[in-house]
């Protein structure tokens, strides 16, 4: 405690457009000054890998078969649409009634309304108590509570600029929206160290989801400025700080009753998982309840896990991916009492958002998971059988966008958060039937 305390003081009407002829629908945007965009292009030869690079580690060896690299396969052609191009740093979407949807963005922290014909609110009022005086307020996820129809009430995570710019540790309030913006703002739980000075990058992990019995899983990221000292002080090892965790809280933000290490001594209680480096999204499979997991690797081995209760999923001991140098980190990729990635990237796609399908104007997607990407500045696809990725497909590559969030609607449509400015919706594109006496490809509508 004394050394946290030192450390401490101080982050649907697609138009019907043919397969065979399909361009994008959206003009990419711009790319501001200053910034690349050097992702390769997907090959989109079915059956093979889209990227034909090789990993950044030499040593690069899966662990089984699937764990990496599944072969490209397009299953279904898609209408992109804009729903708006005036959003700020996008970070998360909620699906409100009546077609509208609540977007956070973070930084200057804000939540925005956007409704179903496309007017975007301005900032909702009523977040201001959240920053301390002289302290800039940062917002991360955003979700409905499990009953929110009876009682309008939301949960998100934020943050605060502090001294120096540096940024807080990962925080968790609820408030209730209504038409006049949020009230009755309650702050449910503060990550420890409050203030990670000595690694204060923006790994800030945030996502949060419901489980069945309405508590909450938050995910926590280790906050390491991929430096030496980071991974040798292995944060995400230890469970006396909330760094690299998963977090399982009660709707009042206290520990769950069944965490694992509520009588270890030294360990904080909220902990229900450990081991992760800077967690970007997180989801339950609706097919087996399992919980999923993606995170950024260093230089090469972005994961994708399957999160269990007590578990340690090996950060910075085992990782499969490498110091930015070119060396190697902690001892290598697999180690006894540690759990292997279900799958992952080598070179990575920096994933961000994710969703697993779960709907009907797909029926092609229903055993698929879309993980937003930020340095593969795309959605990509990962069709899921027995827990194993058997193939992948690259999606919205054209639009050079980081995409921060992806979720699936109630209407089965696909939407896809960019950080800059767009949102983005995925829906079904139609080819019209030949007429009789023709041939060749139909026209669209």
Known sequence: MKYWLKTATIWLAALPIPLAAQTPSVAPAPLPAGESRDHPAPQTAEGRYWDTRPPESAKDNPAFKQQTRAPFSKTADYKVSVLTDKLGLGWSVAFLPEGKLLISEKLPGALRVLDASGNLSAPLPGLESLAGTGRKLGLLEVVLAPD???????????????????????????????????????????????????????????????????????????????????????????????????????????PAKDNPFLKTKGALPEIWAYGLRSPQGLAFDHRTGKLWEVEHGPRGGDEVNILQRGKNYGWPIITRGINYPGEPIGEGTAKKGMEQPVYYWDPVIGTSGMAFYKGDLFPQWKNSLFVAGLRGIGVYRLEIKNDKVVAEEPMLTDQKLRLRDVKVGPDGAVYALAERGKLFKLTPAMVMPRAAGLSGTAAPR
């Open 148 to 254: 929110f129809a009876a009682s309008k009430r939301i949960y998100f995570t934020f943050f605060e600029v502090v001294e120096k710019g540096y940024w807080t540790n990962t925080n968790l309030a609820t408030a209730t929206l209504d038409d006049s913006g949020v009230r009755d703002v309650k702050e449910l739980f503060r990550g420890v160290p409050a203030v990670p000075m000595n690694n204060s990058s923006s790994k800030q992990g945030g996502r949060i989801v419901f489980g069945k019995d309405g508590s909450i899983f938050l995910v926590m990221g280790d906050r390491d400025g991929n430096r030496h000292w980071d991974y040798m002080a292995k944060f995400a090892q230890k469970l006396d700080n909330h760094l690299g965790k998963i977090l399982h809280l009660t709707p009042e933000g206290a």
